[in-house]
């Protein structure tokens, strides 16, 4: 009596679904892109003309330079603020925590157009510092407006970074800062090895983004008034011409430029920091790994295990 084999079953063939109205929304958009590329070429109002001739102009190469400048300077005074101002939130001293609770609620409660304002009156309100035994003068500091511009947005920013570096130094686990006090590791070595380099991979997202940010937010220091960044030197070029259209579409399309290269850099950095971060296995180990926890973790990416040599 002979066993019956089993009948292979069918192969399957999956066709994938269709989805004809994703194609035509997709060829909409192209169409209003199109129409409106060509739109706007024709359109006299936009000044073409004047936006070429002034898109390399040297004024606005040099302003670009001086927004950089602002934005590095203020971005270096937001990140060493924000950390101090983390340290200061997990503190057990109440009266740290308040001050660092204070600072947070004027700066993240005010509008930054009014801080800078209120930064570009300050030598309205201080001549001078009198300390009893010495007088300290202030008018030739609170009349440098690239000065006051860089603290404004620096100490606005502070505010921010403080939540982003509070989060990432709560997101490794309290395990992490036990197994390093238990191998010998000083706090200043725990933060150093154990506990940044897991919080950065949570810090520099949004610390690239809010520099991004702050590229931009250096705009608004033509409330101090500082007119030596994009904006303002554009404003003053467009007023001369009586243009503002093609002035603002070449200081847009310089922030666009700068913006794009950051970007990139961007990506780099949080590649850099994503090092460990995904793990490769073989399917005898992702066995093993699925079996200890109940479920296949989504950082892992299966590789062929190599053959063992028979003995």
Known sequence: MTQDTPSTPPEIHAKP?????RWAFAALLLVLAAWFVIAAANNDAYGWSTYFSYLLDTRIAIASLHTIAITILAMVIGVVGGA????????????????????????????IYVQLVFWGLLSAI????????AEISLEELLSNAFFLAVIGLGLNEAAYMAEIVRSGINSVGEGQ??????????????????????AMRIII???GNEFISLLKTSSLVVAIPYTHEIFGRATDISA?????IPLMMVAATWYLVITSLLMI???????YFDRGATRELTARQLAALADAEGVIPNNVNVVQEAPRNER
Do not use: C, D
């Open 126 to 133: 201080y001549q001078s510092i009198n300390l009893g035994f």
């Open 84 to 111: 101090v101002l983390a340290i200061l939130r997990m503190s057990p001293n109440s009266v740290l925590r308040a001050v660092s609770w204070i600072f947070l609620w004027v700066f993240r409660g005010t509008p």
């Open 205 to 207: 997202p949004p610390t």
């Open 17 to 21: 679904l269709r989805h004809p109205w």
């Open 265 to 271: 850099g961007q990506h780099y950095l949080e590649r």
């Open 240 to 244: 001369a011409l009586f243009e503002p």
């Open 177 to 198: 800062r036990e197994a390093s006090k238990a191998l010998g590791l000083s706090w200043w070595q725990t933060m150093y090895r154990t506990v940044m380099p897991q």
